[in-house]
Antibody, heavy 120, light 111 residues
Framework: QLQLQESGPGLVKSSETLSLTCTVSGDSVSSSSYYWGWIRQPPGKGLEWIGIIYYTGNTYYNPSLKSRVTISVDTSKNQFSLKLRSVTAADTAVYYC????????????WGQGTMVTVSS | QSVLTQPPSASGTPGQRVIISCSGSGSNIGSNAVNWYQQLPGTAPKLLIYDNNQRPSGVPDRFSGSKSGTSASLAISGLQSEDEADYYCAAWDDSLNGYWVFGGGAKLTVL
């Protein structure tokens, strides 16, 4: 059964880099059928799309975060990762990784999410 | 400020039909399919409707989606207490090299 699991520090200091990894089991990040993405949700607020990556390394990012975000894929470990630089308190959120079937079919599989708090 | 506009809340009594709207623009809903997600308290979002009106396996047919122009709607018929959740619409936006946009979410309360 396909599962996605986020991992990484739950606490990051302001101005530093947030780094998260999503481990995929039951499927391959090398599949040509899917994109792999990151979405976040600040406490008590709505969903915000961060970006996606294809197994070839092709990426798309949220324009509002693009200058600070890098998403990469490691096919040997069947993982993909998120780096968000120069974080502030506004980056405090639950971060989800998810599988995107297509722009029509949306995100069909989600990780459970991991809470990241940015401290000053 | 979300790119897609949803009412912040909706409510209904058990058995009723509730509709949640989602308004966008020509670069997102007007050009691309709409997806809907259900988020129960404390859990990850779940894909409820894809490609405007398609239900993933396991989603009851009480849930239906539609799209017209730059707006979309999610209808829930035969409302049940377990439907109490947050509902988000989403679409790909073709502007600025392309990116996903979400609605701000509608909290559905079953009275």
């Amino acid at each position: 059964q396909l599962q996605l699991q986020e991992s990484g520090p739950g606490l990051v200091k302001s101005s530093e880099t947030l780094s998260l990894t999503c481990t995929v089991s039951g499927d391959s990040v090398s599949s040509s059928s899917y994109y792999w993405g990151w979405i976040r949700q600040p406490p008590g607020k709505g969903l915000e799309w961060i970006g996606i990556i294809y197994y070839t390394g092709n990426t798309y990012y949220n324009p509002s975060l693009k200058s600070r975000v890098t998403i990469s894929v490691d096919t040997s470990k069947n993982q993909f990762s998120l780096k968000l630089r120069s974080v502030t308190a506004a980056d405090t959120a639950v971060y989800y990784c998810a599988r995107e079937v297509s722009s029509s079919d949306g995100y069909d599989i989600w990780g459970q999410g991991t809470m990241v708090t940015v401290s000053s | 400020q979300s790119v897609l506009t949803q009412p912040p809340s909706a409510s209904g009594t058990p058995g009723q039909r509730v509709i949640i709207s989602c308004s966008g623009s020509g670069s997102n809903i007007g050009s691309n399919a709409v997806n809907w997600y259900q988020q129960l308290p404390g859990t990850a979002p779940k894909l409820l409707i894809y490609d405007n009106n398609q239900r993933p396996s396991g989603v009851p047919d009480r849930f239906s989606g539609s799209k017209s122009g730059t707006s979309a709607s999610l209808a829930i018929s035969g409302l049940q207490s377990e439907d109490e959740a947050d509902y988000y619409c989403a679409a790909w936006d073709d502007s600025l090299n392309g990116y996903w946009v979400f609605g701000g979410g509608a909290k559905l309360t079953v009275l």
